[in-house]
């Protein structure tokens, strides 16, 4: 055996494997994989495709000798979930490349979600900045910090659609749009992996959830989702496909189950469609724990079903649960167990450590010169600033309000999170430290003039009715030309396990507005928030509102930037905001009805006591100057199904401050063999425009943008009249129609 082991090892060559080549690996590679599992016994095989959490005391406990050194020893484990630090990964890859048998790499995995020491805004806020290029640049920052730090792959990104904001991990996604979802994956996929994963500083990336985890029922985390199979692969899927279009090298299950299956278990998901429809050739991993949780889904009565049936359906890596070591060995061994299911498994999981290249450096994260000088770079921290000001979305300026004066006489600067310097970074925050970053009150104050006295009350806590006491903070409201008021939530309430029935402001907040907008003086509310709220009285009543959510390390200068004219706001919402909570589920794209509503009919699909329409809707934001649309056109009034079709409008900065449009290409197919919604995206183009300059933007359409899945659940465009409308947002825009023959 040692004489194949140093054959084996002495066949590992370098090769240059960009991320799309993942799909189609060089056929040397395969073969070195095949030689390896003709060498491999049941236990380092299983050992392959098991994740662990480090179990040892850094301090007081050298991996060597631990428990789970001697098991990486013994070729049982694969990947470490959460272990950081370029020495601490060094010292267990150490014992994995030199002291086992065969000598396989670790992956070690960690999720950073929005950056890893420089915290850039939460995705829901960044897909605002409708900038894929922007995305892709934080992502790749991310990545050469987090490989610095001893990683080399993230649980990320999350590509999951969400149209209920109560559910906390839609802070972790782009939205509710299965287009604008796509095109936030692959750019996220771009930037972790970068133009070759065998680069020092490519992060292997990891598509999560699959699939539908975003429609979890009630808004609740974790829970089951019953949709039917065209919506799955109308709205779903869609972002997914584009990450493993995009090369990314691995995707993660969902938590939930699916019309009584959970994707745990899914052989639909992760064998037929993921492998034999979409030719996926990276690997699964499990959620934390999900294998065993089959158990709880009443699925599976033991431990051991539970890894039966996960790996038989494509699940190649267990995370945490070590079902597939401590259970199926002996499965295996009593021939209970499809050992071609467990080759193929631990052939997937090679063939990424080939891809990203561990096999001929297996210590390229593990340089400990490397994490100093690239942490908080100053040029990271200035993309972090871009990123926050690009992602802040300008929901209400009344009479013109903002931007701010910087000379103003007195300002009050308000609420519980104005001077909070560690909130702002939201949940998954990386490996953020607290004093790197400026809270909006200290912000605020660089900005005003040296004569301009700044008052600050926070008047009540987040959450709770402990420490409300209004009194001065309105005294302060009162002595002000302006009161910005910062409210919204902690970090801990959007995220996992952070899903909130009532998503109005959180404890005494609203109260403490109310009491402000009382002395009469201007409000300028900001929100901090990781998910859509419901602020229909404050929308009324204040008179301006800047959403801008949990922004990360630049969050306090990027407000601050937006207040006084520094930025003009771009940014538009990715995602619907409802005005009560029984509206949710409540999205832009939804269906018409056979009763669609009329206001003169009551018998028409329509609330007694609120509007139908959303507060604030999908694709929405104000900013300090004014867009006119005018001139649509098409190419052609009709075209074949081999044919293109040139869209074009002009937009004109009719204002008189230079700003950036989000300019928004949506179409509606008007009859078709199974019922369409009432607007798709197509397409989107930022573009800068000086005051009083036009611009012609245009778009292509192609007969497989207009593709949906039919009556016989075939994806494909069917012919007919369709119509295009583009504007600034969902709601608004220029319309005209053409025919596809």
């Known amino acids: 055996m040692n004489k194949e082991v140093l054959i084996f090892s002495a066949m590992l060559l370098p090769w240059l494997v960009s991320a799309q080549q993942l799909r189609s690996l060089s056929p040397d590679i395969e073969r070195r994989i095949d030689s390896l599992l003709q060498i491999m016994t049941i236990e380092e095989k299983l050992g392959q495709l098991n994740q662990v959490g480090p179990r040892w005391n850094s301090e007081t406990e050298e991996p060597e000798r631990s428990y789970q050194g001697d098991l ?57 900045s409708w900038n894929p290029e922007l995305v892709e640049s934080t992502a790749r920052v991310a990545a050469v910090e987090a490989t610095a730090g001893g990683i ?61 985890y975003g429609g979890a029922e009630s808004g609740r985390d974790y829970n089951t989702v019953d949709f039917s199979e065209r919506t799955i692969r109308d709205v779903y899927l869609p972002p ?81 649960d070590t079902i597939y070591t401590n259970e199926l060995i002996a499965t295996a061994k009593a021939g209970k167990l499809n050992i071609k299911a467990v080759d193929e498994s631990v052939r997937r999981v090679l063939r990424v450590k080939f891809a990203i290249g561990l096999f001929d450096d297996p210590y390229r994260n593990c340089d400990t010169t490397i994490a100093a000088p690239v942490f908080m770079k100053k040029e990271h ?91 001065l903070a309105v005294g302060f409201a009162k002595q002000s030309q302006v009161a910005v008021v910062v409210v919204g939530e902690n970090a801990n309430m959007s995220g996992e396990a952070a899903s909130r029935s009532n998503i109005d402001l959180p404890g005494k907040q609203k109260d403490l507005v109310k009491a402000i907008c009382e002395t009469g003086t201007p409000v300028v509310l900001v929100l901090m928030n990781g998910r859509p709220l419901t602020i229909a009285w404050e929308a009324e009543h204040v008179a301006a509102i800047v959403e801008a959510w949990f922004l990360g390390v630049g969050s306090g200068n990027a407000v601050a930037d937006v207040l006084f004219g520094d930025s003009n706001p771009s940014g538009k919402l990715s995602v619907t905001f409802p005005r009560i909570i029984g509206q949710i589920p409540i999205y832009y794209n939804h269906k018409n009805t056979g009763r669609p509503i009329r206001e003169a009919d009551k018998f028409t699909s329509k609330y007694l006591d609120v509007s139908n329409t959303p507060l604030y809707p999908f694709g929405f934001g104000l900013s300090y100057t004014t867009f006119e649309y005018s001139n649509l056109r ?14 074009r409008v002009d937009v004109t900065n009719t204002g008189k401050r230079d700003g950036d449009e989000i300019v928004q290409l949506y179409v509606r197919d008007n009859v078709g063999s199974v019922t369409r919604p009432v607007r798709e995206l197509k397409g989107f183009e930022k573009t800068g425009l000086k005051a009083g300059e036009k611009k012609t933007v245009g778009f292509t359409l192609r007969p497989e943008d207009l593709a949906f899945h039919n009556i016989e659940m075939k994806q494909a465009a069917e012919p007919g009249k369709f119509t295009v409308y583009v504007g600034g947002s969902s709601v608004d825009g220029l319309e005209t129609e053409f025919e596809l023959k």
């Open 152 to 212: 080399n792959w993230t649980f990320a990104p999350m590509v999951d659609i969400a149209r209920d904001p109560r559910w906390g991990r839609i802070a972790e996604g782009a939205g509710e749009d299965p287009y604008l979802g796509s095109v936030m994956a692959e750019a996220q996929v771009r930037g972790f992996q970068g133009t070759d994963l065998r680069q020092r500083d490519a992060l292997l990336a990891c598509a999560k959830h699959f699939a539908v």
């Open 381 to 471: 921290h200035a993309l972090a600033r871009r990123a926050a000001q690009e992602s802040i979305v300008l929901l209400k300026n009344e009479k013109g309000i903002l931007p701010l004066a910087k000379k103003l006489k007195t300002i009050a600067v308000l609420g519980p999170l104005a001077d909070n310097r560690i909130e702002w970074c939201g949940p998954w925050a990386g490996r953020v430290e607290e004093g790197n970053f400026t809270s909006v009150l200290d912000a605020v104050r660089s900005k005003v003039e040296s004569g301009t006295e700044v008052l600050f009350d926070k008047g009540c806590e987040v959450i709770g009715d402990s420490g409300y006491n209004p009194s």
């Open 634 to 647: 098409l190419s052609s009034p009709e075209i074949s199904m081999n044919q293109e079709l040139m869209v």
């Open 72 to 128: 990486v020893r013994r070729g049982r484990i694969g990947s470490f979930l959460y272990l950081v630090g370029a020495e601490a990964t060094r010292k267990v890859q150490r014992i994995a490349v030199e002291e086992s048998r065969l000598k396989i790499p670790l992956l070690f995995g960690h999720d950073v979600i929005h950056g890893f020491k420089t915290t850039f805004p939460i995705p829901l806020a960044l897909s605002c």
């Open 240 to 320: 997914f496909k584009a990450a493993v279009e995009a090369g990314v090298g691995t995707l993660m299950s969902a938590f939930n189950e699916i019309g009584g299956v959970p994707s745990t278990g899914s052989k639909w998901l992760m064998t037929d469609v993921l492998r034999e429809e979409w030719k996926f050739n990276g690997f699964v991993v499990s959620d934390y724990a999900a294998v065993e949780q089959l158990m709880n889904h009443g699925v599976a009565s033991s431990r051991e079903e539970a890894g039966v049936l996960a790996l038989n359906a494509g699940m190649d890596m267990d995370m945490v």
